[in-house]
Structure formats: structure tokens, C-alpha cells
T-cell receptor, first 111, second 116 residues
Framework: AQTVTQSQPEMSVQEAETVTLSCTYD???????LFWYKQPPSRQMILVIR??????QNATENRFSVNFQKAAKSFSLKISDSQLGDTAMYFC????????FGGGTRLMVKP | DTGVSQDPRHKITKRGQNVTFRCDPI?????LYWYRQTLGQGPEFLTY????????KSRLLSDRFSAERPKGSFSTLEIQRTEQGDSAMYLC??????????????FGPGTRLTVT
């Protein structure tokens, strides 16, 4: 069975600071993709960043970057210069033959 | 440019009734996904289509659940003989069907089902 674990149910960060959300996964597949999605309160899910498992280079999208450690099956998300609009639930997704989301981390950015 | 739309946005039904939800994907997307999300949890995969073909079904999708995408455009998800445990948000997503892009999903706003 494929699992995705987000060990931090809730986190908070001061505006303009940096925060890291953790995600670990377990899969028997060799080819898969990893994603972080954001779900703002009462709004739909939005793709934040993507990573192909066969690429060693960590993905970066503006203020968002990942630390992908394939051997450790870890895929953490770093948000730099946090903004109030980053307040949301964040979900990690392992996509291959199966599609498995983690349980989510609720991030609150404080002014 | 319209995104993924779902109808209805909210549905309240009595236990034992049948319900049907509709999803309209982004027009050029050939993959369509259905998920179920309960409060405070991550989405659980139910099924997905590549054009009109249903390629994968989760074991979560009991015999009471059925999904169709007859012409490879919109999709419907039907739940027969609803139970209180079916109360959840039902999410639809679509994507292009090639490589990494096939998993870059665009989500709709969801249909919230309440079974009383």
C-alpha cells in the first residue's frame, strides 16, 4: 500500500518569515511524481509545486521550494517570505500508479 | 477561460436516496478525476477517466458508487442508497493526459453532500 504522511497537523509562522512543511511517503514504484497543493479556506485546491522523482534537482517556484530526498522518501516544502495569503491547508501528493494525498498541514500566517 | 465546474455545490439528501453530481472539466483536458474529502482530511482517490475510458477505481468505490464520462467531456458520479458515512466533499479535477502534465490537476470547487 502507498502512504503519504504529513506529521505536522498545524503550523504557524510570522509574516515574512520562512516555514518548512514536512512530507514523507512510502511507495514501491520507481517512477512517480510529487506535488504540493494548497487549499485556502473555502476555496478550491491549487497546485503549488511539482517534482519528478527521477530528477535530483529540487524544484523551485518563486517563494516556494522543495527539499526532495528520494532515498529517505521525503519531500518537504519551504515557503520563504510568508504572506498572509499563504494561510491554507497544504497537501502533499504522491502520483504514480496510485494517487495518494497526505492528511494535510494547516498553515496560519500571522501578521 | 473557465476552470473546472461542479454542480450542485451543495446537496442535502435523506439516507437511502440516490444522488448524482456533475463535473465539467477544462475543455482541452482529457483526464478527469473524482475524489472524496472529509473534514480535516486529505482527498481520497475514487476513480479517473482518460477520455471516456474509466482506467482506475479505488476499492473505496463500493458498488453503490458509479461514475461515467460518456463522451469524454463532462462526468457524473452517482451514489445509490446513500448512507450517513457518504457525507463528504466530492472533488473533481482534470488534467492533460501526457507525462507529468497528466498529474497536474486543476480542481473544481467540490460538491458538499450531507446525508441526514
Amino acid at each position: 500500500a502507498q502512504t503519504v504522511t504529513q506529521s505536522q497537523p498545524e503550523m504557524s509562522v510570522q509574516e515574512a518569515e520562512t516555514v518548512t512543511l514536512s512530507c514523507t511517503y512510502d511507495t514501491s514504484e520507481n517512477n512517480y511524481y510529487l506535488f504540493w497543493y494548497k487549499q485556502p479556506p473555502s476555496r478550491q485546491m491549487i497546485l503549488v509545486i511539482r517534482q519528478e522523482a527521477y530528477k535530483q534537482q529540487n524544484a523551485t517556484e518563486n517563494r516556494f521550494s522543495v527539499n526532495f530526498q528520494k532515498a529517505a522518501k521525503s519531500f518537504s516544502l519551504k515557503i520563504s517570505d510568508s504572506q498572509l495569503g499563504d494561510t491554507a491547508m497544504y497537501f502533499c501528493l504522491n502520483a504514480g500508479n496510485m494517487l495518494t494525498f497526505g492528511g494535510g498541514t494547516r498553515l496560519m500566517v500571522k501578521p | 477561460d473557465t476552470g473546472v465546474s461542479q454542480d450542485p455545490r451543495h446537496k442535502i439528501t435523506k439516507r437511502g436516496q440516490n444522488v448524482t453530481f456533475r463535473c465539467d472539466p477544462i475543455s482541452e483536458h482529457n483526464r478527469l478525476y473524482w475524489y472524496r474529502q472529509t473534514l480535516g482530511q486529505g482527498p481520497e482517490f475514487l476513480t479517473y477517466f482518460q477520455n471516456e475510458a474509466q482506467l482506475e477505481k479505488s476499492r473505496l468505490l463500493s458498488d453503490r458508487f458509479s461514475a461515467e464520462r460518456p463522451k469524454g467531456s463532462f462526468s457524473t458520479l452517482e451514489i445509490q442508497r446513500t448512507e450517513q458515512g457518504d457525507s463528504a466533499m466530492y472533488l473533481c479535477a482534470s488534467s492533460r493526459g501526457v507525462g507529468l502534465s497528466s498529474y497536474e490537476q486543476y480542481f473544481g470547487p467540490g460538491t458538499r453532500l450531507t446525508v441526514t
